[in-house]
Each structure stands twice: as structure tokens, then as C-alpha cells.
């Protein structure tokens, strides 16, 4: 087959199979008896299971000792999925190094920023940089996509897991060398380091690569452009291992897609999946809710970005928790309905996989209290019977699989590398959070009930009446070019506190903030404001900030809000500038999404663009929109804990999270409904 008429951007189906959404979880037959397995192909298949993750941790299980290979357990395991009609994402299994290879190299093993070794124990111990991990690593890859290329059960490869979850940050020598590397790919010579890293500051000039180090330990704070550059060259490096894990398996198989399950979740940045989505032929995300107000949009935001990044393609669930998870400080159970919501919120922002960790919960090891799909209580349980429903569903909306996220009229940026370089020490507040920040703007839209895509940066911003770009702190010349263009073709942007603040290289746009913005958005800042943690300033709207404020200066826009009191009473919190058919507003101070919510409304009535529901509905449901050529499937959420009527929305009904037909969505619940292509021209 030539690569030409490869397809691998799904798991791999029979030719003409009927569309459907994936079901199931990571499959670790290996920390049971054998006669638990025919149990659970029993489950799986009552469950709807059609594909489980297999073997992920199973490197020490299938190589015992550097030449010897065990793999018949694994053989009669792909065998009964098989012959049960579930297929496998089989796992290279290089996850978690075994204890014979980290005693023969201990060399493999990660060091920490102050020095310390990081000991095998628990999982993921290994540099990413490693010469001698990945020669052991890619043998075994080599051995396992050998052994199962013909395997009818194998519809997908699932590299290693969840890259960079513990091991992002390697400062060992190993890391050094290939940081240096790194740079001077980047740079070219050491003096054009020395210009970019600023070394002028300090006495920090180097004078060859070699004294050029990650930024360990130092005695006060590291050169923030070595900082940044250390992120970039972390995220790098594990791309790097991914694609070198991908190739090989390209090689020995070339018809069969590979993914690697990403972490678009709450705080984890480290790995810059906007530009990793590229290097995998479909996405996969893992997700698990944090407590707290905000959770619940937190998933469906994190859902939204994965969709992103992934354009719009459908993208695979590979882990969520049918119920609690063990690694927070509490771990409460889910809330009957929140394991539907949360799986029907992922689908409505394109999965067309949903999948958990794991499938029987564990009798044993770090993970016994994290939940599965099958509880220790066994099959006998509500869980269970969830989890049967929850297939039933998944069936139901089969007509859904294949199909694109509508895209939306607006849209909110998000920029990795503004998420580390804002974040950092030695700015004007350790308080200023820009993922809240993005997902603050997220809420307000929900609240106002209209659609929003999260998008990577550097997206095309084509076909997108609002541009939201919170906190676009590091901000290259092009893209600041971009904007203004977007701006200047009729776009209404948005954007807030600390954004256009450096270059590329962290160095400061001089002559007043936000240098790279300040002429398209009217204004200019002497100075920052930030505020002590739990201050909050009034605004003369009636709403109040908290965080930071600007001392802004009007240079041609216009004071929408001032401020009421605090450093900067009666001067501007909130600015507009028009510029030909288009906009930019400045919003300089953390409103949160109540405080956001009449900022937004002006924008959207400015720019034109309404909510798609009928009023009442607008807050109390999230819309999610997915299409084909001649339907569209409205996903509706109840946001809310009260009953909420459905009414003035035509479609036919396909999936209802509880099965009543009355008119009202009650907290929790989930209505997804097919209605025809209104077509627009
Ligand atoms: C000390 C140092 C200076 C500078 C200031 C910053 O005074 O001597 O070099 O770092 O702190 O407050
Ligand atoms: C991650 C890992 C899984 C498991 C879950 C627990 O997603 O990939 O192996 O540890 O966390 O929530």
C-alpha cells in the first residue's frame, strides 16, 4: 500500500463498518488471574466495550530481563478481545522502565532542579534525553509492533503514556548536552544566545556552549529566557521521543495510526500539545475534574481547546474517571449524572471515543482507591450499572460519530508559551493565574449562552466575528501583525492585562505597555498595578477587579469603565478601540466571569454575533454543536443545579441522559437532539 492511500486518522475499522463512538478504558489484565479475564470480556461486552488500551505497564511483565520476552500472556489476552469483538490500542508498553534496566543504568533516571536523583518506585522514571533509555525503549517497540503487526485486534498504537506527566523536567547532564544542542539550533552561535538570554544582566555572558547549563538551582532567580527556552526544549525533547517511538512503528506498520494520550487538564503546561497535535494522526486527551466551582466548565473548556487542536477532527477520550481518583487530597465520588455529563461534554466538543482509567479498579498498588468501570463492589453495583447505561447511550449516538464541531463565531487564544513566560518569578505578581484568566472568559461565555471555540494561537482566525486573547503576554512581531490585521478586517478583539508585554525572547516592548499592541488598542501604561492577594478594586459599572490593574493613559480609544477606587480611581479599567470596520478592547484588571459578563455583552452586540438559544435557556444550558452535510446534533447541558425547561428548540431527540419526556433538563442532564442544516446563504 502506498502512504498516499493510508487513512490513518481513526483507529482502524473494517471497510464499510457502520459509524460508532468508541467505548472502554485501559485493560491491565496482567494484575489479575487468568481466570478474572474471561470475567471481564463477559462485562466488557454487556458493558458495549469496543476497545480497550492494553499493556500499557506492562514492560517489566513482557521483558523480565534485558533477553528474555514473555509474551504469551499478552498473545492469549489479544486473542480473547478478539474473539470477543473488542479491539486493542495497544500500548508500547515503554511507559514505566523496569527495575532490571534502571539497576544496569541508573543513568536513565531523571535529576531534579536541586540535584536529586529521581529513584525507580514508582513509574515514568526516565529522561527524556536518554540515549541508553530510548535504545532499550525502541527495541521493545521494535519487539512488540513485530509480534502484533497482523494482530486483527490491533486498530491503534498508544506510545508509552501520558508524556512528560512526571518526568517534563530533567536537569541531568544528559539534558545539558542536549539542551546545548537545542540552542544552538535555535541561536546559531553563542553570542546570539548572549543577545537573546540578555546576559549583559548579572555577569551572566557565556563565552562557549559548554558553560551554558538548564536553569538548576541558582541563588536567586535564573535568567527568564534560559527559563522559557528550558520549557521549549522540554516539550521539544519528548516530542522528539514521540516521533522517534512513531517512526518505528511507521517502519514495521505503516497502516496503522499511532497516538499518544495527551493532558489537557486544569494546571499541566509543560507539554505544548498545539504543537505537538501535529506529530500523532489523531489526538487523544485524558481528563479529570478538579473540585470547585468552575469544574464543570473546566472539562468543557479542556474538551473545546483538545478539539482545537486537534482542527476540529474527532479526537479519542483515552481516560476520565467513571467516579473518584486517588491523587487529589480529597477524592470525592461522582454525583449521580456526572458520569453521563462529563462523558456527553467531551462528545459534544468532538470525542468520538469515550474511555476511561481503568477498567477493573485495582486490588492493589498506588491506584486501589481510583475508580473504575468495573468497582471493587463488582458488577453488582450502581457504577456498573452506569457504565452499562452510559454504553447504551454511546450506541444511541453513533449517528454523531464522523461528524466536525460546528465552528463557532467567536473565539479565545490560547498561547502556551504566553502560559509559561507570564507565569514566571520575578514578574510584577506570583498571583496572576492564565489559564483562570482564559477560563474566567470562557464562563462568561457560557453564562451569555454563546458558542465560543478555544483555539491554539496560532489558528487562522478567518471566519471569527470575536477574538478573545487573554493574557497574551509573549507576543512575536508577526503576531502582533496578525491582530492588527484580523483587527483591521472588520474582527472585534479582545484582550487583557500583561498581554503584548515581550518578544519572543522575553525582552520588553519599550515605550509604554503593551508594546506590541499599544498603538491598535489607544492606549498606553507607565505602569503596572498589581494588587495583594484578596484586594479588590471597584469599577464604576458596579463590578470590581481583583489581581492587577493598569495605569492606562488614552491614546486614541475610548474609557468604556473606570475605575471607582484604588491606585488608579477614575482612570480606565476598560478601553476600546475602533479602528475601521473593527475593534480592540482592553480589559486591565481581573473581572471574573461576572464582572466580564457586560464587557462581553457590548462586544457581541457590537460585533453582531447572538446567542443560538432562546432566552431563558441562555446561562442555565451550554450549546455544543456538531454537524454533517444534512443534520446538526445540539448538544445541551444543564449548567445548573435546578430543573431547567427546554423550551423552543426544535429536534428530534436522540440521546436524553434521563429517560423522562418531560420539557425540563434536570441538573445534570444532557439532551442531544438532530435537527437539519439551516442553511445560511
Ligand atoms: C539588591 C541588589 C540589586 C538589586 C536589588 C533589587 O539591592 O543589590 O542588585 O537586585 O536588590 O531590589
Ligand atoms: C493518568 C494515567 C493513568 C492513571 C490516571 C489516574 O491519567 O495515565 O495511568 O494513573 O492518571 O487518574
Given at each position: 500500500m502506498s502512504e498516499k492511500t493510508i487513512?490513518?486518522?481513526w483507529i482502524r475499522r473494517e471497510p464499510g463498518a457502520t459509524p460508532r463512538l468508541e467505548y472502554g478504558a485501559d485493560y491491565?489484565?496482567?494484575?489479575?488471574?487468568?481466570?478474572?479475564w474471561d470475567e471481564d470480556v463477559r462485562l466488557m461486552r454487556r458493558a458495549g466495550v469496543t476497545v480497550v488500551s492494553l499493556a500499557i505497564f506492562s514492560w517489566a511483565r513482557i521483558?523480565?530481563?534485558?533477553?528474555v520476552w514473555d509474551f504469551e500472556w499478552l498473545d492469549d489476552a489479544m486473542d480473547l478481545l478478539h474473539a470477543n469483538g473488542i479491539s486493542v490500542d495497544l500500548?508500547?508498553?515503554?511507559?514505566s522502565p523496569p527495575p532490571w534496566l534502571t539497576t544496569a543504568h541508573p543513568e536513565i533516571l531523571p535529576v531534579t532542579r536541586t540535584g536529586e536523583t529521581v529513584w525507580p518506585?514508582?513509574?515514568?522514571?526516565?529522561?527524556?534525553?536518554s540515549a541508553v533509555f530510548r535504545e532499550h525503549a525502541l527495541r521493545l517497540v521494535d519487539a512488540v509492533a513485530t509480534r502484533y503487526a497482523?494482530?486483527?485486534?490491533?486498530?491503534a498504537w498508544h506510545v508509552s503514556?501520558?508524556?512528560?506527566?512526571?518526568?517534563?523536567y530533567d536537569y541531568s547532564d544528559d539534558a545539558a548536552r542536549e539542551f546545548r544542542l537545542w540552542l544552538e539550533r535555535r541561536y546559531g552561535s553563542v553570542d546570539a544566545l548572549n543577545v537573546a538570554w540578555g546576559t549583559?544582566?548579572?555577569?551572566?555572558?557565556?563565552?562557549?556552549?559548554?558553560q551554558v547549563l538548564p536553569?538548576?538551582?541558582?541563588?536567586?532567580?535564573?535568567?527568564p529566557t534560559q527559563q522559557i527556552d528550558f520549557k521549549r526544549f522540554s516539550s521539544d525533547a519528548l516530542k522528539d521521543y514521540l516521533v522517534a517511538e512513531r517512526e518505528l512503528l511507521r517502519r514495521i506498520t505503516p497502516e496503522v495510526p499511532v497516538t499518544t494520550n495527551f493532558m489537557?487538564?486544569?494546571?499541566?503546561?509543560?507539554?505544548n500539545y498545539a504543537d505537538w497535535?501535529?506529530?500523532?494522526?489523531f489526538v487523544s486527551n485524558d481528563h479529570y475534574v478538579l473540585p470547585g466551582e468552575q469544574s464543570r466548565d473546566e472539562l468543557s473548556f479542556s474538551a473545546n481547546l483538545t478539539g482545537g487542536i486537534a482542527g476540529h477532527r474527532p479526537w479519542f477520550l483515552m481516560e476520565h474517571s467513571t467516579s473518584a481518583v486517588n491523587w487529589q487530597s480529597v477524592n470525592l465520588a461522582k454525583q449521580p449524572g456526572e458520569l453521563f455529563r462529563d462523558s456527553l461534554t467531551h462528545v459534544a466538543h468532538g470525542a468520538d471515543a469515550v474511555c476511561f482509567f481503568q477498567w477493573r479498579q485495582s486490588a492493589?498498588?498506588?491506584?486501589?482507591?481510583h475508580s473504575g468501570m468495573?468497582?471493587?463492589?463488582?458488577?453488582?453495583s450502581d457504577l456498573y450499572r452506569d457504565v452499562v447505561r452510559l454504553g447504551e447511550t454511546l450506541r444511541d449516538l453513533?449517528?454523531?460519530?464522523?461528524?466536525s464541531v460546528t465552528p463557532a463565531r467567536a473565539a479565545i487564544l490560547f498561547d502556551w508559551e504566553s502560559w509559561w513566560a507570564s507565569e514566571?518569578?520575578?514578574?510584577?505578581?506570583?498571583?496572576?493565574?492564565f489559564r483562570a484568566e482564559a477560563l474566567d472568559w470562557y464562563s462568561a461565555f457560557l453564562d451569555a449562552g454563546v458558542r465560543v471555540d478555544v483555539l491554539p494561537?496560532?489558528?487562522?482566525?478567518?471566519?471569527?466575528?470575536v477574538v478573545v486573547a487573554p493574557v497574551f503576554y509573549l507576543m512575536p512581531q508577526d503576531t502582533a501583525d496578525a491582530l492588527r490585521a484580523y483587527v483591521e478586517g472588520g474582527g472585534h478583539l479582545v484582550t487583557t492585562y500583561?498581554?503584548?508585554?515581550?518578544d519572543e525572547n522575553d525582552h520588553v516592548w519599550l515605550g509604554?505597555?503593551?508594546?506590541?499592541l499599544r498603538e491598535l488598542l489607544g492606549i498606553r501604561i507607565q505602569e503596572f498595578g498589581p494588587l495583594l492577594e484578596g484586594d479588590t478594586v471597584a469599577l464604576d459599572n458596579g463590578t470590581s477587579g481583583s489581581v492587577w490593574t493598569d495605569r492606562i493613559d488614552l491614546e486614541g480609544a475610548d474609557a468604556l469603565v473606570r475605575y471607582?477606587?484604588?491606585?488608579?480611581?477614575?482612570?480606565?479599567a476598560v478601553t476600546r478601540n475602533t479602528v475601521g470596520a473593527g475593534s480592540a478592547t482592553y480589559v486591565?484588571?481581573?473581572?471574573g466571569p461576572r464582572g466580564l459578563a457586560p464587557v462581553l455583552a457590548e462586544v457581541l452586540e457590537l460585533a453582531g454575533v447572538e446567542s443560538e438559544l432562546p432566552e431563558p435557556l441562555r446561562g442555565s444550558v451550554e450549546l455544543a454543536v456538531r454537524g454533517s452535510a444534512d443534520s446538526e446534533f445540539w448538544f445541551l447541558v444543564n449548567r445548573t443545579a435546578e430543573p431547567v425547561r427546554i423550551d423552543g428548540i426544535d429536534g428530534e431527540v436522540i440521546?436524553?441522559?434521563?429517560?423522562?419526556?418531560?420539557?425540563a433538563l434536570g441538573s445534570r442532564e444532557v439532551l442531544v437532539l438532530r435537527r437539519p442544516v439551516t442553511s445560511t446563504d
Open positions: 487513512d490513518r486518522s491491565n489484565p496482567d494484575q489479575w488471574p487468568r481466570e478474572v521483558q523480565p530481563a534485558a533477553d500500548a508500547t508498553a515503554t511507559a518506585g514508582a513509574r515514568q522514571h526516565w529522561r527524556p534525553t497482523d494482530h486483527p485486534a490491533l486498530v503514556n501520558e508524556l512528560g506527566c512526571h518526568n517534563i549583559a544582566f548579572w555577569s551572566q555572558r557565556y563565552s562557549a556552549w559548554e536553569p538548576r538551582l541558582a541563588a536567586s532567580h535564573p535568567n489537557i487538564m486544569n494546571e499541566t503546561n509543560g507539554m497535535a501535529a506529530e500523532v494522526d492493589a498498588g498506588a491506584e486501589k482507591f468495573v468497582p471493587h463492589a463488582g458488577e453488582d453513533a449517528p454523531v460519530a464522523g461528524t514566571k518569578d520575578s514578574h510584577p505578581t506570583q498571583l496572576l493565574r494561537s496560532a489558528a487562522s482566525l478567518a471566519g471569527y466575528d500583561f498581554s503584548g508585554i515581550v509604554g505597555y503593551p508594546g506590541a471607582a477606587d484604588g491606585p488608579q480611581s477614575t482612570r480606565p486591565s484588571t481581573r473581572l440521546v436524553r441522559s434521563v429517560r423522562d419526556d418531560g420539557p
